[in-house]
């Protein structure tokens, strides 16, 4: 990953690589209904934009019932 040099211009938010929301301004959230998804683990992903630079981070989810 790289560092976002200047303002953010967007945040998009992936789970297992597929976006399911974006923020074009802070406060930079997304609400995710971790009941919609099968149990088990998913890779939720955060991918910021801006100033011609892009970076993201990842963490393993377990959604369990």
């Known amino acids: 990953s790289a560092d976002v040099r200047g ?23 997304f609400a995710w209904d971790s009941g919609a998804e099968t149990e088990g683990p998913h890779r939720v992903t955060v991918r910021v934009t801006g100033g011609g630079t892009a970076a993201e981070v990842s963490v393993t989810v377990i959604v369990a019932r």
């Open 7 to 29: 303002t953010v211009e967007k945040v998009e938010f992936l789970v297992d690589g597929a976006v399911r929301g974006t923020a074009t301004a802070a406060p930079w959230s």
